[in-house]
Structures are given as C-alpha cells and as structure tokens.
C-alpha cells in the first residue's frame, strides 16, 4: 500500500452522526486523495491536497470536510452522515506521477 | 459522454486463453494513462502505465491511441489468478487533480 494506512476499517453510523476517516502515510508524500467507491459508479475523488496546509474540492466534495494539518494525514469529516454517504472510501498517495491506494474504508449509515 | 467508458462483462475466459479489453476516454488533454487491477473488496492496485509507444510487461501489453482516444489491455496465457475487475485510468497529468477512473471490467477465468 505505499505506507498508506487508514483507520477504522469499518463503521456504521446513524444517521446524523458525524465521524472522521483518517489516512496517514509514512513516506513525506506532498499529493494525498480522497475518494469513494460505489457500485456501479466507479472511483469519485473527494477532496485532494497538494501539500500540507492546503486542500482543494474534488468532483463529489458535498458533504465532507478535510483537513491537511499534518503532511502526514490527510483527514475526512462527514459533519452530518446520511445515507447517501454508505461507501467505500479509499485515501491515495501520488508517487512520481502514479497514485498508490490504502487499503479503504467501509462506512455503512443506516 | 462519460469520461471514461469500459465494457463492464464479466468476461468469462478460460484459462489459458488470451483476453483483451478496451476503454475509451474523452478528453482530449488527458496526459497520463493506466490500468489498475482491482480485487473483491480491497483497493486498487496499479497494473501498468500506458505509454504512447505501447508496453509490455510479461502476459500484459497495453496500447494508447490517442487519435481515437482509446487504450487497450490484452491479457496472454490467463491464469486464475487474473481474476479480477480491471479499471481503466487517466489523468490530465501533474498529480494535483486526481485521476478519472472507468468503472471496470470484470474478468473470470475459469478452469
């Protein structure tokens, strides 16, 4: 996974809750992503961040919040969780040009 | 037009046979091309990059052409373990604005 790990493996949350999904990578990669998998869909990124300090909209942004505090972690909020929003999510790295996937996120709201 | 477009199969191919599967993409300023392999439940994982020249790289070659916009992925000798959805991936290049993914190709070998 190009030392791209994300924490929890899996959730399910209520409608309403708010939850953080959090990509961390140990190689001082400057591009992280954010994006969901749905079936029938496709990969959609997110959100994405070109360095850290700094975080930009992807195609499907509505909804989430990130934060790049750290170069390291690259953070996904869900404010307000609806169902719309059960998906996989997957973080990526960019290294010299390729992009490099943890290992996802299941995240079920009922 | 969707961005990326892939035959989604499945394919059922018998083992041993060779496969090939096409995808066609839109814009016109994509720069960079790939194959990922992706298995059930787990992340995508790079297969090849795609260059304008063609490559192999064992049992797999891919093909761009950029005038029809079209990229190729041909499988020789499959294996059960090609099992596989294969997604079909541009990028306009520079790494800032994430990839276009296709929604795959699912491949089955059989015995």
């Known amino acids: 996974n190009a030392g791209v790990t994300q924490t929890p493996k899996f959730r399910v949350l209520k409608t309403g809750q708010s939850m953080t999904l959090l990509c961390a990578q140990d190689m001082n990669h400057e591009y992280m992503y954010w994006y969901r998998q749905d079936p029938g869909m496709g990969l959609r990124l997110i959100h994405y961040s070109v360095g850290e300090g700094t975080t930009a909209k992807g195609e499907v942004p509505d909804g989430y919040n990130v934060s790049r505090l750290k170069k390291q972690n690259f953070l996904l909020g869900l404010e307000s969780a609806a169902p719309s929003q059960t998906s996989v999510y997957f973080c990526a790295i960019n290294s010299a040009g390729t992009q490099y996937f943890g290992p996802g996120t299941r995240l079920l709201v009922l | 037009r969707k961005e990326v477009e892939q035959d989604p199969g499945p394919f059922n191919v018998p083992e041993g046979a060779t496969v090939a599967f096409n995808c066609t993409y839109s814009n016109s300023a994509s720069q960079s091309f790939f194959w990922y392999r992706q298995d059930c439940r787990k992340e995508p994982k790079l297969l090849m990059s795609?260059?304008?020249s063609g490559n192999e790289d064992g049992r797999f070659t891919a093909q761009l052409n950029r005038a029809s916009q079209y990229i190729s992925l041909l499988i020789r000798d499959s294996k059960l373990s090609d099992s596989a959805t294969y997604l079909c991936v541009v990028s306009r290049g520079g790494g800032a604005d994430g990839l276009t993914f296709g929604k795959g190709t699912h491949l089955i070998i059989q015995p």
């Open positions: 795609v260059y304008s």
